[in-house]
Protein backbone atom coordinates (compact mmCIF):
# COMPACT_ATOMS: atom_id res chain seq x y z
CA UNK A 1 0.00 0.00 0.00
CA UNK A 2 1.41 3.60 -1.12
CA UNK A 3 1.57 6.03 1.48
CA UNK A 4 2.85 9.40 2.12
CA UNK A 5 3.92 12.24 3.99
CA UNK A 6 1.35 13.37 6.07
CA UNK A 7 -0.37 16.32 4.97
CA UNK A 8 -0.86 19.41 7.89
CA UNK A 9 -3.43 21.83 8.29
CA UNK A 10 -2.40 23.51 5.66
CA UNK A 11 -1.86 21.28 3.13
CA UNK A 12 -5.46 20.18 3.77
CA UNK A 13 -6.88 23.78 3.32
CA UNK A 14 -4.69 24.30 0.30
CA UNK A 15 -5.96 21.19 -1.32
CA UNK A 16 -9.69 22.24 -0.24
CA UNK A 17 -9.37 25.56 -1.93
CA UNK A 18 -7.50 24.10 -5.08
CA UNK A 19 -10.51 21.19 -5.73
CA UNK A 20 -13.01 23.90 -5.00
CA UNK A 21 -11.50 26.43 -7.13
CA UNK A 22 -10.80 23.73 -10.40
CA UNK A 23 -13.25 21.06 -10.26
CA UNK A 24 -15.19 22.65 -13.20
CA UNK A 25 -12.48 24.07 -15.31
CA UNK A 26 -11.38 23.26 -18.85
CA UNK A 27 -8.77 20.86 -18.05
CA UNK A 28 -7.68 19.64 -21.97
CA UNK A 29 -5.89 23.28 -21.53
CA UNK A 30 -3.58 22.14 -18.77
CA UNK A 31 -0.15 20.72 -19.63
CA UNK A 32 0.91 18.09 -16.98
CA UNK A 33 4.14 17.57 -15.90
CA UNK A 34 6.54 15.72 -13.46
CA UNK A 35 10.13 14.59 -13.33
CA UNK A 36 11.02 10.86 -12.31
CA UNK A 37 13.82 8.94 -11.65
CA UNK A 38 14.44 5.42 -13.88
CA UNK A 39 17.11 2.78 -12.42
CA UNK A 40 18.32 0.77 -15.75
CA UNK A 41 18.23 -2.75 -13.10
CA UNK A 42 14.39 -2.00 -12.43
CA UNK A 43 12.50 -0.70 -10.36
CA UNK A 44 12.68 -0.49 -6.71
CA UNK A 45 11.51 -2.97 -4.57
CA UNK A 46 7.93 -3.56 -4.12
CA UNK A 47 7.46 -1.66 -0.86
CA UNK A 48 6.40 1.68 -2.10
CA UNK A 49 5.67 4.94 -0.97
CA UNK A 50 5.26 8.70 -1.94
CA UNK A 51 8.04 10.31 -2.19
CA UNK A 52 9.91 13.65 -4.22
CA UNK A 53 11.49 11.76 -7.23
CA UNK A 54 14.30 14.66 -6.93
CA UNK A 55 15.38 13.07 -3.38
CA UNK A 56 17.06 9.56 -2.85
CA UNK A 57 14.44 7.38 -1.99
CA UNK A 58 13.48 5.99 1.67
CA UNK A 59 12.62 2.45 1.11
CA UNK A 60 15.01 -0.71 0.66
CA UNK A 61 15.51 -1.87 -2.86
CA UNK A 62 15.20 -5.41 -3.62
CA UNK A 63 18.47 -4.84 -6.06
CA UNK A 64 21.30 -6.38 -3.95
CA UNK A 65 23.55 -4.12 -5.80
CA UNK A 66 23.75 -0.38 -7.42
CA UNK A 67 22.92 0.39 -10.90
CA UNK A 68 23.29 3.53 -12.99
CA UNK A 69 20.25 5.86 -13.04
CA UNK A 70 18.46 8.45 -15.62
CA UNK A 71 16.23 11.32 -14.44
CA UNK A 72 13.72 12.07 -16.73
CA UNK A 73 11.08 15.58 -17.11
CA UNK A 74 7.71 14.82 -19.14
CA UNK A 75 4.89 16.50 -19.87
CA UNK A 76 1.44 15.87 -21.63
CA UNK A 77 -1.81 17.30 -21.88
CA UNK A 78 -5.05 16.96 -24.55
CA UNK A 79 -3.00 17.33 -27.96
CA UNK A 80 -0.47 14.61 -26.62
CA UNK A 81 2.81 14.36 -25.03
CA UNK A 82 5.66 16.73 -25.14
CA UNK A 83 9.20 15.81 -25.98
CA UNK A 84 10.80 14.07 -23.50
CA UNK A 85 14.17 15.49 -21.66
CA UNK A 86 17.05 13.50 -19.68
CA UNK A 87 18.36 16.04 -17.15
CA UNK A 88 20.71 16.16 -14.18
CA UNK A 89 19.98 14.38 -10.67
CA UNK A 90 21.12 17.63 -9.19
CA UNK A 91 19.06 20.24 -11.73
CA UNK A 92 18.76 23.64 -10.64
CA UNK A 93 16.93 26.59 -11.92
CA UNK A 94 18.87 27.34 -14.46
CA UNK A 95 18.61 24.03 -15.94
CA UNK A 96 15.16 24.05 -15.36
CA UNK A 97 14.89 26.85 -17.63
CA UNK A 98 16.71 25.41 -20.61
CA UNK A 99 14.49 22.29 -20.17
CA UNK A 100 11.52 24.87 -20.53
CA UNK A 101 13.00 27.12 -23.21
CA UNK A 102 13.71 23.44 -25.28
CA UNK A 103 10.76 21.68 -24.50
CA UNK A 104 8.07 23.12 -23.75
CA UNK A 105 8.54 27.02 -25.43
CA UNK A 106 8.67 25.09 -28.59
CA UNK A 107 5.08 22.90 -27.93
CA UNK A 108 3.33 26.44 -26.95
CA UNK A 109 4.56 27.85 -30.19
CA UNK A 110 2.46 25.88 -32.42
CA UNK A 111 -0.78 26.99 -33.58
CA UNK A 112 -3.80 27.30 -30.88
CA UNK A 113 -1.38 26.32 -27.70
CA UNK A 114 -1.02 29.41 -26.21
CA UNK A 115 -4.16 28.31 -24.51
CA UNK A 116 -2.57 25.96 -22.36
CA UNK A 117 -1.73 26.34 -18.69
CA UNK A 118 1.55 24.90 -17.07
CA UNK A 119 1.23 22.56 -14.65
CA UNK A 120 4.15 21.94 -12.28
CA UNK A 121 4.85 21.09 -8.53
CA UNK A 122 6.37 23.00 -5.94
CA UNK A 123 9.76 21.81 -5.88
CA UNK A 124 12.22 24.53 -5.39
CA UNK A 125 13.71 24.96 -8.76
CA UNK A 126 9.84 25.00 -10.49
CA UNK A 127 8.96 28.01 -7.70
CA UNK A 128 12.43 29.67 -7.54
CA UNK A 129 12.24 33.63 -8.26
CA UNK A 130 14.57 33.04 -11.63
CA UNK A 131 11.96 30.16 -13.03
CA UNK A 132 9.01 32.63 -11.94
CA UNK A 133 10.41 35.28 -13.62
CA UNK A 134 11.55 33.30 -16.47
CA UNK A 135 8.06 32.21 -17.14
CA UNK A 136 6.27 35.64 -16.83
CA UNK A 137 8.57 36.82 -19.24
CA UNK A 138 7.70 34.25 -21.89
CA UNK A 139 3.88 35.01 -20.70
CA UNK A 140 3.54 30.96 -20.14
CA UNK A 141 0.43 30.96 -17.75
CA UNK A 142 0.95 28.76 -14.82
CA UNK A 143 -1.25 26.27 -13.08
CA UNK A 144 -1.03 26.44 -9.39
CA UNK A 145 -0.60 22.41 -7.80
CA UNK A 146 -1.02 22.16 -4.26
CA UNK A 147 1.57 20.70 -1.93
CA UNK A 148 1.52 16.95 -0.86
CA UNK A 149 -0.29 16.12 -3.80
CA UNK A 150 0.62 13.65 -6.67
CA UNK A 151 -2.86 12.03 -6.13
CA UNK A 152 -3.74 15.67 -8.17
CA UNK A 153 -1.44 15.41 -10.54
CA UNK A 154 -2.07 12.26 -13.20
CA UNK A 155 1.35 12.60 -14.63
CA UNK A 156 2.02 10.06 -11.35
CA UNK A 157 -0.73 7.74 -13.45
CA UNK A 158 1.31 8.18 -16.55
CA UNK A 159 4.85 7.35 -14.73
CA UNK A 160 3.08 4.19 -13.50
CA UNK A 161 2.42 2.95 -17.41
CA UNK A 162 5.96 4.13 -18.52
CA UNK A 163 7.41 1.74 -16.07
CA UNK A 164 4.64 -1.60 -16.73
CA UNK A 165 6.17 -0.85 -20.54
CA UNK A 166 9.60 -0.42 -19.87
CA UNK A 167 10.41 -3.11 -17.38
CA UNK A 168 8.03 -5.82 -19.21
CA UNK A 169 9.05 -8.78 -17.86
CA UNK A 170 11.64 -8.12 -15.58
CA UNK A 171 13.68 -6.23 -18.20
CA UNK A 172 16.87 -4.95 -17.02
CA UNK A 173 19.66 -2.43 -19.07
CA UNK A 174 23.20 -3.04 -19.59
CA UNK A 175 23.88 0.92 -20.95
CA UNK A 176 22.22 3.92 -20.55
CA UNK A 177 22.14 4.36 -24.11
CA UNK A 178 19.77 2.33 -24.61
CA UNK A 179 17.73 2.51 -21.35
CA UNK A 180 17.04 6.02 -22.69
CA UNK A 181 16.14 4.83 -26.02
CA UNK A 182 13.20 2.08 -24.76
CA UNK A 183 12.04 4.98 -22.17
CA UNK A 184 11.62 7.08 -25.89
CA UNK A 185 9.83 4.52 -27.26
CA UNK A 186 7.51 3.71 -24.80
CA UNK A 187 6.77 7.53 -24.56
CA UNK A 188 5.92 7.53 -28.33
CA UNK A 189 3.96 4.54 -28.01
CA UNK A 190 1.59 6.57 -25.28
CA UNK A 191 -2.11 5.64 -26.44
CA UNK A 192 -4.21 9.09 -26.95
CA UNK A 193 -6.59 7.07 -24.88
CA UNK A 194 -4.90 6.77 -22.20
CA UNK A 195 -4.11 10.58 -22.09
CA UNK A 196 -7.92 11.81 -22.61
CA UNK A 197 -8.73 8.66 -19.50
CA UNK A 198 -6.14 11.01 -17.22
CA UNK A 199 -7.27 14.73 -18.12
CA UNK A 200 -10.92 12.98 -17.29
CA UNK A 201 -10.02 12.07 -14.24
CA UNK A 202 -9.35 15.17 -12.79
CA UNK A 203 -12.96 16.62 -12.26
CA UNK A 204 -13.44 13.59 -10.01
CA UNK A 205 -9.98 14.17 -8.28
CA UNK A 206 -11.54 17.36 -7.04
CA UNK A 207 -14.32 15.95 -6.17
CA UNK A 208 -12.69 13.45 -4.21
CA UNK A 209 -10.83 15.72 -2.38
CA UNK A 210 -14.03 17.37 -1.43
CA UNK A 211 -15.42 14.35 -0.63
CA UNK A 212 -12.83 13.41 1.93
CA UNK A 213 -12.29 17.05 2.92
CA UNK A 214 -9.00 17.36 1.30
CA UNK A 215 -7.54 14.04 2.74
CA UNK A 216 -6.05 12.07 0.02
CA UNK A 217 -8.04 10.14 -2.70
CA UNK A 218 -7.28 6.96 -3.79
CA UNK A 219 -5.43 7.95 -6.89
Not at 119 to 139: L, Y
Request: with cysteine; aromatic share 12%; hydrophobic share 35%.
Amino acid sequence: MMTAPPLKPEHITARLNYARKNMNIDWTKVIFSDEKKWNLDGPDGFCGYWHDLRKEKRVFSKRNFGGGSTMVWGAFCSAGTLRLAFVSSRMNSQDYIKVMESHLLPFLRGPRRRIFAYQQDNAAIHVSRQSQAWFESKNVKLHEHPPCSPDLNPMENFWGYLVRKVYANGKKYQTVAKFETSIIDAWESIPQSLINNLIQSMKNRCFEVISNQGKRTKY
